[in-house]
């Protein structure tokens, strides 16, 4: 089957290579090389071999790569494109990560959609990456991308608060809270919401219930910079009364 320029390859749930409405199925080695080589801008033929098949001798791992390279489908648009020692996904392959990085970054850098869109909260609290696939560069990936989500959500909430569009970052900045209960800067933007919409005793609640789950799971109480967003913007006799001066 040929490959043409609307080919998709998501990495995001299960392994998936599409061109238009069709499913483009490759073998096992073939979606391992295609999802290494989208995580990464760009890998040597050497390294590439030795991480896809790292038990096997060097001589081994590369006839593996050349016989991998071999069966992808063939097309217009090849999936891979080489450059001397070089691999790397072909440009025209729109790869569902490379989306997801950008649309963090952007986040991070402060740039979120105007008051008519949406934010792009359904990409930033998707599937995980290739879930199930228990390979070292396919876990170390994984966690950069979960990580990456974390901080875009924290970051998309803050700005839509300043924004005042305070109904849209109290559901980002919960939807940070439920992908990881026990992280402390979702919570802090949930609380910052309270507080910037005048619900004093909601941000009150959520810090103690936040603090209680902190003490029964980890032993530890909320950071200062958490005691201190509440004190430094509630009347001392209340911040006082619950313990957050």
Sequence with gaps: MNVTPSAQLRLLGRFRLECGSRSIELCRNGQRLLALLSLRESVPRTVLAGTLWPEVTEEHARGSLRTTLWKLPRGELPLVRCCGDVLMVAPALRVDIHVLTRTA????????????????????????????????????????????????????????????????????AWAGVR??????????????????????????????????????ELGVEPSPRFTRLLAERLPPRIAAGHHVT
């Design 105 to 172: 970054l952007s986040v991070m850098a402060g740039c979120v959609p105007a008051p008519y869109h949406r934010p792009p909260l359904r990409l930033l609290t998707g599937e995980d990456l290739l879930p199930g696939w228990d390979e070292d560069w396919v876990l170390l990936e994984r966690e950069r991308l979960r990580q990456l989500r974390l901080h875009a959500l924290d970051s998309l909430a803050e700005t839509l608060i300043e924004q005042g569009r305070t109904a849209l970052a109290m559901e980002v």
């Design 179 to 216: 992908a990881e209960p026990l992280r402390e800067s979702a919570h802090r933007v949930v609380v910052s919401v309270h507080l910037t919409e005048g619900n004093v005793g909601e941000a009150l609640c959520h810090y103690a219930m936040f603090r209680t789950l902190l003490n029964e």
